[in-house]
């Protein structure tokens, strides 16, 4: 059984810093979900990497599989990305029940 | 942008009643997930359709669960006789086949009184 392990749990930043979340797994995988939960319980797919690095506006998501450890990273962060922050893995071999992270929250402050 | 969608948003039912959760999948998808989070905890995996049958099941996707695509667009999710700790947010998800990206819906709150 895969264990995700997310950090930091919590995070508070001021408006316009740099963040970085982390996550890290046990079993080797085939790819990395990183999805955003807002505070009505929605949630969002912002990336799916198996290798190297993503980016999609201010947010840049990297993946080492050797390592088994992936970063969300977030540029400029502003208010209205205040949210949970949450890492999924794939297993591969045929099967694409995902197992959770238990989330990083993020609150941006103005 | 196409969408998955779920109906109801908030289902408020009494412990040992059935409960019908709905979803709308993205319309070429294949692949469908149902997903549950109980509040303040991880979200955990329930059980995946495809082809018309279940292709996995977690350990919680118990004979009290079923999961049904009764026609081209609905997927799903039965609990026949709920208990308190069925209560949760429970989210549905569809995957084209060609990706491994899965989507999401908004999810349907459960409260089992």
């Known amino acids: 059984k895969n264990e995700v392990e997310q950090s930091p749990q919590n995070l508070t930043a001021q408006e316009g810093e740099f963040i970085t979340i982390n996550c890290s797994y046990s079993v080797g995988i085939s790819a990395l979900h990183w999805l955003q939960q807002h505070p009505g319980g929605g949630i969002v797919s912002l990336f799916m990497?198996?290798?190297g690095k993503k980016k999609h506006g201010r947010l840049i998501a990297t993946i080492n599989i050797q390592e088994k450890h992936s970063s969300l990273h977030i540029t400029a962060s502003h208010p209205r990305d205040s949210a949970v922050y949450i890492c999924a893995v794939v297993p591969g071999a045929g099967s694409y029940q995902l197992t959770f992270g238990k989330g990083t929250k993020l609150s941006v402050i103005p | 942008e196409p969408e998955v969608t779920q109906t109801p948003s908030h289902q408020v039912t009494q412990m040992g009643q059935e409960v019908i959760l709905r979803c709308v999948p993205i319309?070429?998808?294949?692949?469908f997930y149902w997903y549950r989070q109980i509040l303040g905890q991880k979200v955990e995996f329930l059980v995946s359709?495809?082809?018309?049958?279940?292709?996995?099941k977690s350990e919680i996707f118990d004979d009290q669960f079923s999961v049904e695509r009764p026609d081209g667009s609905n997927f799903t999710l039965k609990i026949r006789s709920t208990k308190l700790e069925d209560s949760a947010m429970y989210f549905c998800?569809?995957?084209?086949?060609?990706?491994?990206?899965?989507?999401f819906g908004p999810g349907t709150r459960l409260t089992v009184l």
């Open positions: 998800a569809s995957r084209s086949g060609q990706s491994d990206t899965q989507y």
């Open positions: 359709f495809y082809n018309n049958e279940i292709s996995e």
């Open positions: 990497l198996s290798s």
């Open positions: 319309s070429n998808h294949l692949y």
